[in-house]
């Protein structure tokens, strides 16, 4: 039985970064070990087998932290080390500043992207030396005209068409397809996270591999919205059949992890509500429910899941604290309970449909429309000092909860989240559109 003959692993888009989020911590720890892993599994491969990294391998252009640049270094030598993974790297916006990366001398390091060194130290290679050496290849790069036309063209940009997550699209800017056409009639590439291909024949055929990375903060809209492109993290193994002709298969990442985003509202009348999402609350959890049920029937499954949510709950009394504390505690712990409630509910949905081995949900805060916070603060908050403005929220809430309430949660400092929201709803009663000026 006549067999494909594999040609290169490839992967994009995969931010990885210094991270406080416990869940993206604990998936990115051991991404050297299971891409080595994946790589020692491709049947006929020859070692060392080449990785493509299609744009984006880091998140944050530059001033990364020591501790995560050895992490990096570490993570590169194991794959060297191994004799099993050659890595080729075509640099994304994410990993430079791309205007000043446009005609940079090979040697002209200001302008180089942070971790080209790695390829100076002999851990990591461009990619365009892969194209070098198979014939059919070239990359993208803008303001070039090639002198020929190859079979396949590598490149990290937006194409205009790509569907976004959800159900939105890149109507405008990006890279229209025949840009990419006069390089190739297949192109390949990065920067787009939902994995998809788009057929703009006669001019080319655009494929995108779909993030490999840890889904941070996805919205729970777009979650239950589009579950075919959110909820997989692929890499492709690109293989030449035995007739000579380009396929490429895409791969889950075994170790999948989610940051899922969402909002919860509590009215003044109580009734909680999904920011976002029509439908009562378990109207939303019976779509959570046909969601991860799909995810399971395509083979998807995640290892780590962390729910933030942003509770907002509207201020149950109109003006300052009047009457006793004891009853708008009760009110207030009343919403919180329903929210705590949800949460609840939401985690046994999950784990009964697509348990992870670990899950973790949590929430803060926010109270809305409180008239203790927009008559005592908005008028002095702007000329206070960072910790006069902290402690000035501190006794707002503290107000509107009542002294000595014993629930740290309602009554701790404000989080930067927090002081956030206040300082941008804040700004727009003023009608100011610059937040950070007013922070000043």
């Known amino acids: 039985m006549p067999m494909s003959r594999p040609l290169a692993y490839v992967l994009a888009d995969i931010h990885l970064r210094e991270t406080r989020s416990r869940a993206h911590e604990r998936w990115q720890e051991t991404f050297f070990l299971d891409v ?15 990785v493509l990294i299609l744009g984006d391998l880091t998140s944050v252009k530059n001033r990364h932290h020591s501790s995560f640049v050895n992490w ?42 942070f971790f080209s060194f790695l390829m100076t130290v002999g851990l990591a290679r461009p990619i365009q030396e892969f194209v ?10 803008p303001s070039v005209v090639p002198a020929d036309r190859k079979e396949m063209v590598f490149f990290h940009g937006s194409v205009r068409g790509a569907r976004l997550s959800g159900s939105r699209s890149l109507n405008s800017g990006g ?10 009639p297949l192109a390949l590439g990065g920067d787009i996270h939902c994995p998809q291909t788009m057929d703009f024949r006669p001019h080319c055929i655009v494929t995108y591999v779909g993030s490999y990375g840890f889904t941070e903060a996805l919205s729970l809209k777009d979650f239950l919205e589009s579950p075919g492109l ?28 989610l940051t899922l985003s969402m909002g919860l509202s509590v009215s003044r009348d109580g009734v909680l509500s999904v920011s ?54 009760k009110k207030n712990a009343a919403a919180e309970a329903s929210i705590r409630d ?6 046994d949905v999950w784990n009964d449909v697509l348990p992870p081995k670990e899950l973790v949900f949590e929430h803060n805060t926010v109270f809305a429309e409180s008239r203790v916070f927009r008559d005592e603060a908005l008028g002095r908050m702007f000329s206070m000092t960072e910790q006069e403005r902290l402690e000035m929220l501190e006794k707002a809430l503290s ?32 009608g100011i559109k610059d937040v950070h000026s007013v922070s000043k």
């Open 72 to 113: 990096m270094v570490d993570g590169f030598k194991v794959w060297k080390d191994s004799n099993r993974i050659t890595p080729y790297i075509l640099w994304g916006n994410h990993d430079m500043d791309m205007g000043a990366w446009v005609g940079a001398g090979e040697k002209d390091f200001q302008k180089a992207p």
């Open 399 to 430: 107000s509107v909860l009542g002294e000595g309430t014993s629930n740290p949660s309602l009554v701790h400092k404000i989080s930067e989240v927090t002081r956030k929201k206040y300082l941008e709803y804040a700004a727009q009663s003023m």
């Open 276 to 329: 976002g999402l029509e439908g009562s609350p378990e109207e939303v959890l019976e779509r959570l429910k046909e969601t991860l049920s799909q995810a399971r029937s395509l083979g998807i499954s995640y290892e780590i899941v962390e729910v933030r949510c942003l509770d907002r709950i509207e201020s149950l009394i109109e003006g300052p604290a009047r009457g006793k504390s004891v009853n708008k505690l």
């Open 342 to 347: 949800f949460g609840q509910a939401f985690v």
């Open 36 to 50: 080595l892993e994946q790589v020692s599994r491709i049947e006929g491969a020859k070692y060392p087998f080449p």
């Open 175 to 184: 890279v229209v397809a025949n840009d990419l056409a006069s390089y190739a």
């Open 132 to 141: 070098l050496s198979h014939k059919g290849f070239s990359v993208y790069t």
């Open 230 to 257: 959110a909820l997989g993290r692929y890499g492709m193994l690109l293989s030449r059949d035995d007739k000579g002709v380009l396929e490429g298969k895409r791969y889950p990442n075994p170790r999948l992890g």
